[in-house]
């Protein structure tokens, strides 16, 4: 049998010797209320164990309730992952193994890399009735060689309802058709990262992404796979963000896409990347391979727009200027357009008022031009928008 592991970094709660005689007869019954700080009563409680899993050797070093609460008659049966393998459910007996194929894929870090994944077991064997079905979580570790040789975790029994409750708790904070944050909590997310640009002094950018087309869409091919296309490519962009940062549904055919730590270059870096990830690959749907493009507006927190209200006013203004009206694809950028003067000679067209800058790269046109400029702004104050080149 494996040895019990002490977890330093935990507490160092098993194994250790000190505490008071009614302290340790507590701990041989883990519901037994305790002083202190102890985690195998706490892990009893909530149905939860932790392990230490050797790749390199196959061996699997559990807390010291992991027989008990697993249901299986003896820790010696899964002190392999050989071993726990036999009694995870056939139909999730890859979920475990793909989650160190995807270690093996990914970059080394010194915290490790992160997994959490859901299976059930059969604690009698295959041909049992019985079963649990877990949350596994925990990391992976590196050795000298680059190759993953460690794991440690935890396992926690989930029911049906804690299954209910993610689920409903998933409900309440994404949107139906795509999975990403609903409008509601897409606002909470604005107002927050407001609030902390404020405290932090750190800025932050809100871009507002439209779905190009989709009336032809529609009308072609119907409003199903005008989903289909929309939750594509909602996709599509989540893959391409960094972590941390946000994408929510904002309405049929927009997202908005919240960027910590980003000042103006990086936005418009974003959003090319945004754009490019979604042109460069068709939409596959039921009915074809769609192409599909998008239109960008964005603009930085909070130098551009310290209200939820200006943020998303201003977002749009900007997604405006860059729909689709040409054959080339346009990154614009004006003054914020919060009042405008009017009458006498500031009245004239903010286009005959300033110099045009047109540059040329990539097979994009990038055109800048300057608003008339109210007293009270700053050179910083400006919102962006991009646009696609119209899918043919």
Same mark, same amino acid.
């Given at each position: 049998m494996a040895a019990v592991p002490k977890f330093p970094e935990l507490g160092g709660f098993s194994g250790s010797a000190r505490g008071s005689a009614t302290e340790q007869s507590a701990v041989s019954d883990p519901l037994t209320e305790s002083e202190g700080l102890d985690l195998v009563g706490v892990f009893s409680m909530v149905d939860e164990s932790a392990y230490v899993w050797d790749l390199v050797t196959d061996t699997i070093t559990w807390e010291t309730n992991a027989a008990s609460m697993l249901g299986v008659q003896s820790v010696d049966l899964i002190q392999t992952g050989a071993g726990f393998q036999t009694i995870v459910a056939p139909e999730h007996a890859s979920r475990r193994l793909e989650i160190v194929h995807a270690a093996e894929k990914a970059e080394s870090h010194a915290r490790g890399y992160p997994y959490r994944i859901q299976y059930a077991i059969r604690p009698g064997g295959y041909r049992s009735e019985a079963h649990l079905r877990l949350e596994d979580q925990g990391r992976i570790w590196d050795g000298k060689d680059g190759k993953p040789n460690r794991a440690r975790g935890t396992l926690r029994v989930i029911n049906e309802r804690y299954i209910e409750e993610?689920?409903?708790?998933?409900?309440?904070?994404?949107?139906?058709?795509?999975?990403?944050?609903?409008?509601?909590? @897409?606002?909470? /997310?604005?107002?927050? +990262?407001?609030?902390?640009?404020? =405290?932090?002094?750190?800025?932050? !950018?809100?871009?507002?992404?439209?779905?190009?087309?989709?009336?032809?869409?529609?009308?072609?091919?119907?409003?199903?796979?005008?989903?289909?296309?929309?939750?594509?490519?909602?996709?599509?962009?989540?893959?391409?963000?960094?972590?941390?940062?946000?994408?929510?549904?904002?309405?049929?055919?927009?997202?908005?896409?919240?960027?910590?730590?980003?000042?103006?270059?990086a936005l418009r870096v974003a959003a090319e990347r945004f754009m490019k990830a979604v042109r460069d690959t068709n939409v596959k749907t039921s009915a074809n391979q769609i192409s599909a493009t998008i239109s960008i507006g964005g603009l930085v927190i909070p130098s551009q727009a310290d209200t939820v209200q200006q943020t998303?006013?201003?977002?749009?203004?900007? @997604?405006?200027? /860059?729909?689709?009206? +040409?054959?080339?694809?346009?990154? =614009?950028?004006?003054?914020?357009? !919060?009042?405008?003067?009017t009458g006498g000679a500031t009245s004239q067209s903010p286009m005959k008022s300033s110099k045009r800058l047109m540059i040329t790269a990539c097979g994009l046109c990038f055109s800048r031009w300057s608003m008339p400029r109210p007293a009270a702004l700053t050179s910083t104050n400006a919102y962006c928008g991009w646009k696609n080149r119209t899918a043919a």
């Open positions: 993610q689920r409903v708790m998933f409900r309440s904070d994404s949107d139906e058709l795509t999975g990403q944050l609903n409008r509601i909590r @897409l606002m909470e /997310a604005i107002s927050t +990262a407001i609030d902390r640009a404020a =405290l932090t002094n750190q800025s932050c !950018a809100f871009l507002i992404a439209a779905v190009n087309n989709m009336a032809v869409i529609n009308e072609t091919f119907g409003f199903d796979v005008g989903d289909e296309v929309i939750s594509a490519v909602a996709r599509k962009i989540k893959d391409k963000m960094r972590g941390g940062d946000v994408i929510g549904r904002f309405s049929s055919n927009k997202f908005g896409i919240l960027i910590q730590d980003c000042g103006p270059g998303l006013n201003f977002a749009l203004h900007a @997604l405006e200027r /860059a729909k689709p009206s +040409a054959s080339t694809a346009s990154w =614009l950028m004006s003054r914020r357009p !919060a009042r405008r003067p």
